[in-house]
């Protein structure tokens, strides 16, 4: 199964390489570039079209080698990896009608939030419905840490699943506004996928977890600060399906609260920032929200938000993976 892993790694690595020395020049070509928020941080105009859409790079080579490096699982009848692979595209495809709206309007502004929550919960319900289907789900929750299980009545258990999956995603869309932070942040969380299912010999799983490491890696060699490409809506929202669907197929839901620690943060501080504001009539707890923009603008610089962030990400990983090593 190593060496498996290995060439799920190697082989995602090589193919976003290849795949993004090819696609930002053809991006820059059509003009595909990102509009920056006129209310953010006022140094954020010079990435101005800065070309947009390059989670496309991570996409084909993780996709490339579920398909070629998973024929193994496919012939056992294990087909976890196609699933994650199916429902990240899903929000992927999601995220490019988001991507495609803002570069025709040539403003940031894509789906109406109405329109992405309806078919993000769509998209969840038909995830956890197949994974129950091919017998990889229960209607239990397996409790990190405690190693305890909490039975729940499956419509419970449904409603509850598609509220963990869509905020789930959307913490990581929120995450990535940093150059490499994104990235950075979810290489641990992939590692973690990974490692785990080795551990309980879930080489499909693993597989997955594994192109995603190698995919994000060489995507960070061009989305790290300063930026020569962002992955868009199209890449946080599969890196958010990915991430949740390989939760959901391990049938640990919970594991996200500490894995996802970082996205979590990043959520709340912009729940927090609303609240208050509508509250008090205008103040603000934050310079502004999210947390890294707030950082940002107390003098942080990117790449420093960036290491911390992802310092954070990956000892909370290190910890989730002793809080359900000894699961099965």
């Known amino acids: 199964m190593i060496v498996e892993l290995l060439w799920g790694g190697v082989g995602s690595f090589l ?8 696609l930002i020049p053809l991006l820059r070509k059509k003009k595909a570039g990102q509009s920056i928020k006129e209310d953010g941080p006022v140094w954020h105009m010079s990435k101005q079209g800065t070309p947009t859409m390059g989670g496309l790079m991570f996409i084909a080579g993780i996709t490339v080698m579920c398909v070629l490096g998973g024929l193994n699982e496919i012939a056992a009848g294990d087909w976890r990896h196609i699933i994650i692979l199916a429902f990240s595209l899903i929000f992927a495809a999601i995220g490019f009608l988001d991507d495609y709206e803002k570069l025709k309007k040539k403003q940031n502004l894509g ?13 969840a319900i038909v995830l956890i419905l197949l994974l129950r289907l091919e017998g990889h789900l229960s209607s239990n929750l397996y409790v990190p840490f405690f190693d305890v299980t909490i039975h729940l009545p499956y419509p419970v258990y449904l409603v509850l699943a598609a509220f963990i999956i869509v905020g789930c995603v959307n913490a990581v869309n929120i995450t990535d506004g940093v150059d490499g932070l994104a990235s950075g942040v979810s290489i641990p969380v992939a590692v973690f996928y990974t490692a785990i299912s080795a551990v309980w010999g879930y080489s499909s799983v693993g597989l997955f977890g594994a192109a995603l490491t190698g995919g994000l890696c060489a995507f960070l060699i061009f989305n790290f600060y300063p930026a020569k490409i962002f992955m868009g809506d ?12 390989s939760a959901f197929a391990l049938d640990m839901p919970l594991i996200l609260i ?16 609303v609240a208050y504001f509508k509250a008090t009539h205008g103040k603000r707890i934050f310079k502004m929200a999210p947390l890294h923009h707030h950082l940002e603008m107390s003098g942080w610089g990117e790449r420093r938000i960036f290491a ?5 990400s990956a000892a909370f990983a290190c910890l989730s993976f002793f809080a359900v090593m000894n699961r099965f």
């Open 234 to 245: 199209t890449g946080s929202l599969f890196l958010g399906g990915a991430i949740c669907a």
């Open 111 to 123: 789906l109406t939030a109405l329109q992405k929550f309806l078919l993000q919960l769509a998209a």
């Open 258 to 273: 500490p894995l996802g620690i970082v996205y979590i943060i990043e959520t709340l501080s912009d729940i927090i920032q």
């Open 15 to 22: 193919i976003t390489s290849l795949v993004g020395m090819i």
């Open 308 to 312: 911390v962030f992802t310092a954070i």
